[in-house]
C-alpha cells in the first residue's frame, strides 16, 4: 500500500486507521477488484485519449488496470471454483476471462447489451445471471450461450439495476427491478413480486451475519430490510427517502456497521445495525455535500471505501470520521467493488 504525501498532516486518528490499514493488509484473504473510469465513461471506443477504463485489480503498489481498455464496466463477479475466471457487464454485454484478465471474450450476443449486474450461483458455479434494461438473460454453461430466462416478471417494469445470488441455496437468485424486487428459486425457470415499487431498486445486499437477512435500496422509497430471506419487507427508519440510495454495503468484521452511498446526502454510517444513521462526510470532496456513488467495506480491515463520483477513491480506517484519498484513483468514477477470496486464486 502507497502512503500518502502528505502523512504528516494526517489527524492522530486518520494516522492510527491508516496504520490499521497497513498491518493488515499482509493478511488480506481477499483481493479487491474495482469497475472504473477515469473520464466518467465518456470515452468513445477505439479512441486513444490515454485513459484506463474497465477493470482495476488492488496490489501492493495501488490498483493496476486488468484486460481491455473499455470505457464502461458496470460489474464484475467470479467463478467461485476458480477466480481467474471473471464475467465483467460493460456496454457491449457480458466480457469473460478465463485466465485473470490476459485474454478477455465478448460471450453475449447483439440484443443483450449494456447490462447492469451481474451474478454467479456459487452452488451452481456454471450458472450465470445477467440484468439488462429489458429483463435476464441466463448462461448455464459458464457464458458459452445465453437465454431468456423471464417467465413471471412483467412484460414493462423488468429493467434490472442490480441481480444478486443467495450465498445459501442453490438456484435462488433476487433482482431489483424499476417494479420492484423479484425471486427466483429454481434458476431463473420463473420468478414473483416479492415487493412492488413505484421506481427502480438500485441495490440488494444479503447480509454476511445472518443470511435471512437483506437490505434494498431504492430512487424514491428509501431503504429496505428483510428478516426472512427477502419475502417481506419493511421501511428502515432513519434513512432518507427524498433521493435515491446508491448502494448498501456490510461489514464482514463486525455486524453492528453498514453503510450506504447517496448522491444527495452523501455517507451515511450506522454502528449500531441499522438503528441510527449518520452521515460520515467529512474530508470527501465536493462543494457541500459530497456525491456518493458507491461505498464498500473491505472485509479483511473493515475499512470503509467511499467512491465520489468524478472526484476518485477515498477510503477510511476509523469508520467514516476521516478520510484519504487512494493513490492511482484520483478522478475515478467506481461503479462496483468485488471481493474476490485468495484461496480461489
Known amino acids: 500500500m502507497r502512503l500518502p504525501r502528505n502523512l504528516h498532516r494526517l489527524s492522530v486518528g486518520a494516522l492510527a486507521g491508516l496504520l490499521g490499514l497497513l498491518t493488515t493488509a499482509a493478511a488480506a484473504?481477499?483481493?479487491l477488484y474495482l469497475c472504473a473510469a477515469f473520464n466518467n465513461g465518456s470515452r468513445v471506443m477505439g479512441s486513444n485519449d490515454g485513459s484506463s477504463n474497465g477493470l482495476f485489480a488492488r496490489t501492493a503498489d495501488g490498483f493496476r488496470h486488468v484486460g481491455i481498455n473499455y470505457p464502461l464496466a458496470i460489474?464484475?463477479?467470479f467463478d467461485p471454483r476458480d477466480a481467474q475466471v471473471i464475467y465483467v457487464a460493460c456496454l457491449s454485454g457480458v466480457l469473460r476471462t478465463l485466465d485473470g484478465g490476459k485474454s478477455w471474450r465478448l460471450v453475449t450476443g447483439w440484443d443483450e447489451t449494456e447490462p447492469k449486474s451481474i451474478a454467479v450461483d456459487f452452488h451452481a458455479p456454471d450458472h450465470v445471471f445477467t440484468g439488462l434494461p429489458d429483463g435476464i438473460v441466463v448462461s448455464r454453461d459458464r457464458g458459452q450461450t445465453w437465454q431468456r430466462r423471464e417467465r413471471g416478471l412483467p412484460e414493462r417494469g423488468k429493467y434490472t439495476q442490480v441481480v444478486r445470488a443467495d450465498r445459501t441455496r442453490k438456484g435462488r437468485v433476487l433482482i431489483g427491478c424499476e417494479s420492484g424486487i423479484y425471486l427466483t428459486e429454481n434458476g431463473a425457470d420463473s420468478w414473483r413480486r416479492l415487493l412492488a415499487t413505484k421506481e427502480t431498486v438500485d441495490d440488494i445486499q444479503q447480509s454476511p451475519h445472518d443470511p435471512q437477512r437483506w437490505i434494498a435500496v431504492t430512487?424514491?422509497?428509501?431503504?429496505?430490510?428483510?428478516?426472512?430471506g427477502g419475502v417481506t419487507w419493511k421501511k428502515i427508519p432513519g434513512l432518507p427517502a427524498d433521493k435515491a440510495l446508491y448502494n448498501v454495503a456490510f461489514?464482514?468484521?463486525?455486524?453492528?456497521?453498514?453503510?450506504?452511498?447517496?448522491?444527495?446526502?452523501?455517507?451515511?454510517v450506522s454502528e449500531d445495525g441499522g438503528t441510527t444513521w449518520a452521515p460520515r462526510n467529512a474530508g470527501l470532496p465536493g462543494e457541500g455535500t459530497p456525491?456518493?456513488?458507491?461505498?464498500?467495506?473491505?472485509?479483511?480491515?473493515?475499512a470503509i471505501y467511499a467512491a465520489i463520483f468524478g472526484e476518485g477513491l477515498y477510503t477510511s480506517g476509523d469508520t467514516g470520521r476521516s478520510w484519504h484519498a487512494v493513490a492511482g484513483m484520483e478522478g475515478a468514477s467506481v461503479q462496483t467493488f468485488t471481493f474476490v477470496p485468495t484461496v480461489n486464486r
Not at 219 to 228: F, K, M
Not at 251 to 268: E, Q, T
Open 29 to 31: 484473504t481477499h483481493d
Open 75 to 77: 460489474s464484475a463477479t
Open 219 to 228: 430512487q424514491s422509497a428509501g431503504a429496505l430490510e428483510s428478516r426472512d
Open 251 to 268: 461489514d464482514a468484521r463486525d455486524p453492528r456497521r453498514l453503510a450506504v452511498a447517496s448522491w444527495s446526502h452523501g455517507l451515511l
Open 291 to 302: 456525491r456518493a456513488w458507491r461505498t464498500a467495506i473491505d472485509p479483511d480491515t473493515g
